[in-house]
């Protein structure tokens, strides 16, 4: 089983819509969990994180974590087109180095 | 700019060359991270470095690899005897290391093709 599990999708939404992307991870030992975005041929940058249980707000994106399933999950409200991109869930580990998940591909069509 | 800045961006090489990437990291950085991304899957942790010193490696690498980061700036990450499977992009990230969750700076990566 892998660490961190997450549909590789792709995921295709209209403009305006509100996008879920979901994790699920296997080690509960770690309590930092992080969002990154990616764009073709770009590097993954850091959308947010979050600690342990709980949800955080970030203008359009609240992420949010459920230890007790050990369910991440991102919400991005008013998607817009320039919101396509590979969306990464990634867990702190030892030495806190992050694991990431496969990546969920996002398409907001106009 | 002063991201995270890696050189090549591509590199097309023969089965059984050597090839060298160069990684440049955010200055006042101290950790240094390698990761390796293949198509449709997230990336995968190689090494770390901690100022100078390589801290962890993973089991997963193989003794073709090999990095280093001399003085703690800039680190290089060579591959010995390529291999087709070696293709992959390979990824570079700094980190400041402060309290909290590790945020790490990714740069555009080094696509290598193995012919």
């Known amino acids: 089983q892998k660490e961190v599990e997450q549909d590789p999708g792709p995921l295709s939404v209209p403009e305006g819509a509100i996008v879920s992307l979901n994790c699920t991870y296997s080690?509960?030992?770690?309590?930092?969990f992080m969002w990154y975005r990616q764009y073709s041929r770009k590097g993954p940058e850091l959308l947010m994180y979050?600690?342990?249980?709980g949800n955080k707000e970030d203008g359009r994106f609240t992420a949010q974590v459920d230890k007790s399933s050990k369910y991440i999950s991102l919400f991005i409200r008013d998607s817009q087109p320039s919101d396509s991109a590979t969306y990464l869930c990634?867990?702190?580990?030892?030495?806190?180095?992050?694991?990431f998940g496969r990546g969920t591909s996002l398409i907001v069509h106009p | 700019d002063t991201g995270v800045s890696q050189n090549p961006r591509h590199k097309i090489t023969k089965r059984g060359q050597n090839v060298t990437f160069r990684c440049d990291p955010i200055?006042?950085?101290?950790?240094l991270y390698w990761y390796r991304q293949t198509l449709g899957q997230g990336p995968e942790f190689l090494t770390y470095?901690?100022?100078?010193?390589?801290?962890?490696k993973s089991r997963l690498l193989s003794d073709r690899f090999s990095a280093e980061r001399p003085k703690g700036s800039f680190s290089t990450l060579e591959i010995q005897r390529t291999e087709q499977g070696d293709s992959a992009m390979y990824l570079c990230?700094?980190?400041?290391?402060?309290?909290?969750?590790?945020?790490?700076?990714f740069g555009s990566g080094t696509q290598l093709s193995v012919l």
């Open positions: 990230a700094s980190s400041p290391r402060t309290e909290g969750a590790e945020k790490l700076f």
């Open positions: 080690n509960s030992a770690f309590q930092y």
């Open positions: 979050t600690y342990s249980s």
């Open positions: 990634a867990r702190e580990g030892g030495s806190y180095i992050p694991t």
């Open positions: 200055s006042e950085h101290n950790r």
């Open positions: 470095f901690q100022n100078e010193a390589q801290l962890e």
